[in-house]
């Protein structure tokens, strides 16, 4: 069965990890484009702001405060969803959460629950949209990272879950192929965004982590997994720094390796000045989209070329011929 995606203005879109970040900058863009949006998120403070929000804009919004590690939140999601729209036609799994710390040093208790969160949510997410998808079709939009292809040393069980959600995404996809399901399954790759998720993370580092350069901003991530929801697509990233070092470690990944662990530690901003237990037992206090690297964030060309690339052809021909005139008013003079 062939896959046939609705425009974005007609369409219900869930999103998790609504509260803040990437879901945050989604389900804004999403709604201002005339998709009803449904927030989940465990901060209920904030996502009943964000609903209230949307509405005030002319937009139409449901939040559903869930925890995305229980299987049985993200089934009640689904349930409030179809009695609140009818039903969905893109489900965007996106809560996340990260840890700074060396493997050896952060505890299986905080391991585990990182897993709960990134792994097991997307999974469960994943199947129980599906579920509702397979009978009419639809699109199902999971966030992997950069270091879904990479690893990085100080994140490395956040690295391993994206692997993992690498893995669970692409097997997904292949099983509903062969069932010829009309769902669209994506993965998308961000590189460094621009949201609270230094703040949001476990820290058991002595330095107050930030992003390394280049950071992008999460509107082009928003911007993706719109255009995905719309046309699908296997695999989006967002920056082209990013796609550059997935390209690398394909091809030198002794040297990325060896790279890496020469730099021993991530970005830091300077002392501790945050609780170091961030998000990972309980929801986030603030609801913003950006984090605090604004004036330091980029848009990304590349991002916008791969969902835009008639525009992207367009421009460069434009620009071609206008190298061209200008070379060939210089021979004439």
């Known amino acids: 069965?062939?896959?046939?995606?609705?425009?974005?203005?007609?369409?219900?879109m869930v999103i998790t990890g609504a509260s803040s970040g990437i879901g945050l900058a989604t389900a804004l863009h999403a709604a201002r484009l005339g998709a009803r949006v449904v927030l989940a998120s465990r901060n209920e403070p904030e996502l009943e702001k964000i609903a209230e929000r949307i509405r005030r804009e002319g937009g139409e919004a449901l939040a559903v405060v869930t925890d995305v590690s229980r299987r049985e939140d993200m089934q009640r999601l689904a349930d409030r969803t179809a009695e609140a729209f009818g039903g969905f036609d893109t489900w965007v799994n996106n809560a996340g959460i990260g840890i700074y710390g060396r493997l050896e040093e952060v505890s299986?208790?905080?391991?585990?629950?990182?897993?709960?969160?990134?792994?097991w949510g997307l999974v469960y997410g994943t199947q129980i949209a599906a579920a509702h998808l397979k009978p009419k079709g639809g699109a199902i939009i999971n966030l992997g990272s950069v270091v879904s292809d990479i690893a990085l040393p100080i994140q490395g069980m956040y690295a391993a879950s994206k692997h993992a959600i690498k893995g669970f995404t692409d097997a997904f996809r292949m099983e509903l192929m062969a069932e010829k399901a009309p769902i669209s399954v994506t993965l998308i790759k961000?590189?460094?965004i621009n949201?609270?998720?230094?703040?949001?993370?476990?820290?058991?580092?002595?330095?107050?982590?930030?992003?390394?350069?280049?950071?992008?901003?999460?509107?082009?991530?928003?911007?993706a997994i719109v255009h995905a929801a719309q046309h699908?697509?296997?695999?989006y990233y967002i920056g082209s720094g990013g796609k550059l070092m997935s390209s690398l470690n394909k091809r030198i990944?002794?040297?990325?390796?060896?790279?890496?662990?020469?730099?021993?530690?991530?970005e830091s901003s300077g002392p501790v000045?945050?609780?170091?237990?961030g998000s990972l037992y309980g929801p986030a206090t603030d609801g913003s989209a950006r984090g605090d690297l604004s004036l330091q964030a980029r848009r990304s060309l590349y991002t916008g070329a791969q969902t835009h690339p008639m525009t992207t052809a367009a421009v460069l021909a434009t620009a071609g011929v206008a190298v061209f005139a200008l070379f060939a008013a210089g021979k004439r003079r």
């Open 1 to 12: 069965m062939s896959i046939s995606l609705k425009p974005i203005a007609e369409q219900v």
């Open 108 to 119: 299986d208790e905080d391991h585990h629950r990182l897993f709960e969160i990134n792994f």
């Open 273 to 277: 000045r945050r609780p170091r237990e």
């Open 232 to 235: 699908g697509g296997r695999d």
């Open 190 to 192: 961000p590189s460094a």
């Open 253 to 266: 990944p002794s040297l990325m390796d060896w790279g890496a662990s020469r730099s021993g530690k991530l």
């Open 195 to 223: 949201t609270p998720f230094p703040q949001h993370a476990r820290n058991y580092l002595d330095e107050e982590p930030t992003l390394p350069p280049p950071v992008y901003q999460p509107e082009d991530v928003a911007s």
